[in-house]
Structure formats: structure tokens, C-alpha cells
């Protein structure tokens, strides 16, 4: 069975600040990943995902993550965030093609 | 417009009472999927259609009941839920290992 752990439930920053999101995932096979956002009263939208090739993938909205198989993680950053992207984050993964496991998510807040 | 529609967008229920929610997506996906989203929990899988195949996660109450009809159009009946199963629950759709499109979810109140 896989999992995904969000560490942080809650993260505050400053606007023009950078962010980091962390994600740790638990598989003993090769997995997809993805980073999803939620607005308020909204679905999941994806922001960027990771099947294959550079360990570095770039999103929308100016997001970024990086695969690291050794430590099982795959955090998301930007490095100058906007008020607009207060909103909740999910972390997700699949090795199955449509078993999907999310993390908790990570509530960012923005702070002008 | 997410490419997959979700009604209604609110729903208030009795115990007693009977519903639908539905789902409607025509982005050529050959999945669909139920997701229940409580506040602080991680989304729970609740039901798969892939390729006219149910996967269905077995912790989900019988008060539950998936229809998938074609490709395109996903339901979940609903009949004497429980306060505890209010929620948002989000319908999602996607190709085989590509990621998943949501909609924009039905908030649930069973009072």
C-alpha cells in the first residue's frame, strides 16, 4: 500500500516570500506524482506533475518540485509568492494508473 | 469550466430521504472516479469505473450506490445517510496513468 504525508498542515508566509511545501511518499515501486490546488468552493485543479525524466518539474502559476527517489519526497516551491496563491495544497501519488493516494494538505496562507 | 461538471453544487438532505448526485465529463477520459473530501482527512477513494470495470473501496456504507452508465456520465445514489456523511464529494475523470480532472464538487449536508 502506498501513502503520502504532508508534514505541514498550516503554513503562513509573508507576500514576496519564498515557499517550500514538503511531501514524503511511502512505495516500495516507481510512482507518478503530482501536486494538485484548491481554491475555496472549488475542486482540485493540478498544478504540475512528475511521471518520468528530470526530477525537476516546473507548473502553473510559477510552482516548482523536485523528485528525490532517495528521500521518498517531492516538495513543491516558489521562490516569490502572491496573495493569490493562498489556497490548499495536495500532494498525491499513484504506481497504478487509477488508484490515487492524497496527503492531508497543506493550507498556505499569504500574508500582505 | 474544468471540463468536468458537477450537479448540484449544494445539497441538503434528510436522513430519510433519497438523492442523486451526478457527474458529467467530455474530455474522451476512460475513467471516473467518487472522491469523499472531509476537512482535516485525506481525500478518500470511494469508487473507480475504468474501462467498465467498478473499483470500489470496501470501508464505503451500502447507503452509497455508484452508476456508471457510459463513459461519460458517473451518478452516486444516495439513500438514509448519517450526519457523518456530510461533505464535499468530488467526482474526478481521467485517461490510465495521466492525471486526474475534478470537478467542482457537491458540499452535502445530511441534517
Not at chain 2, 472531509?38 to 481525500?43: D, F, G, N, Q, R
Not at chain 2, 474501462?51 to 444516495?78: A, Q, Y
Request: one cysteine or more; hydrophobic letters at 35%.
Amino acid at each position: 500500500a502506498q501513502s503520502v504525508t504532508q508534514l505541514d498542515s498550516q503554513v503562513p508566509v509573508f507576500e514576496e516570500a519564498p515557499v517550500e511545501l514538503r511531501c514524503n511518499y511511502s512505495s516500495s515501486v516507481s510512482v507518478y506524482l503530482f501536486w494538485y490546488v484548491q481554491y475555496p468552493n472549488q475542486g482540485l485543479q493540478l498544478l504540475l506533475k512528475y511521471l518520468s525524466g528530470s526530477t525537476l518539474v516546473k507548473g502553473i502559476n510559477g510552482f516548482e518540485a523536485e523528485f528525490n527517489k532517495s528521500q521518498t519526497s517531492f516538495h513543491l516551491r516558489k521562490p516569490s509568492v502572491h496573495i493569490s496563491d493562498t489556497a490548499e495544497y495536495f500532494c498525491a501519488v499513484t504506481n497504478t494508473g487509477n488508484q490515487f493516494y492524497f496527503g492531508t494538505g497543506t493550507s498556505l496562507t499569504v500574508i500582505p | 469550466e474544468t471540463g468536468v461538471t458537477q450537479t448540484p453544487r449544494h445539497l441538503v438532505m434528510g436522513m430519510t430521504n433519497k438523492k442523486s448526485l451526478k457527474c458529467e465529463q467530455h474530455l474522451g477520459h476512460n475513467a471516473m472516479y467518487w472522491y469523499k473530501q472531509s476537512a482535516k482527512k485525506p481525500l478518500e477513494l470511494m469508487f473507480v469505473y475504468s474501462l467498465e470495470e467498478r473499483v470500489e473501496n470496501n470501508s464505503v456504507p451500502s447507503r452509497f450506490s455508484p452508476e456508471c452508465p457510459n463513459s461519460s456520465h458517473l451518478f452516486l445514489h444516495l439513500h438514509t445517510l448519517q450526519p457523518e456523511d456530510s461533505a464535499l464529494y468530488l467526482c474526478a475523470s481521467s485517461l490510465l496513468n495521466s492525471p486526474l480532472h475534478f470537478g467542482n464538487g457537491t458540499r452535502l449536508t445530511v441534517t
